[in-house]
């Protein structure tokens, strides 16, 4: 699932930020991750698959993909 980040494209260090502009000073990424070349979308992948809720980078245009959303 998109969890409401994403990375800046080529940047070194990878630049990771929220869906609302904030820096993301936590993060989850699987090792190597993010890979901006592939997509600069932050996923989390579930428990249950083999990454194991690790985050990951991909395109932004997977459809099949769910969102994690905040309501206050």
Not at 8 to 32: H, M, T
Not at 40 to 48: A, Q
């Amino acid at each position: 699932m998109w969890i409401g980040a994403s990375c800046e494209v080529n940047k070194q260090p990878k630049k990771c930020i929220w869906d609302d502009g904030s820096a993301i000073d936590y993060n989850n990424f699987l090792p190597g991750y993010p890979v901006t070349n592939i997509g600069s979308c932050v996923y989390l992948d579930s428990m249950n698959q083999p990454l194991k809720g690790k985050w990951i980078s991909a395109t932004c245009g997977l459809d099949e993909y769910h969102a994690v959303c905040e309501a206050n």
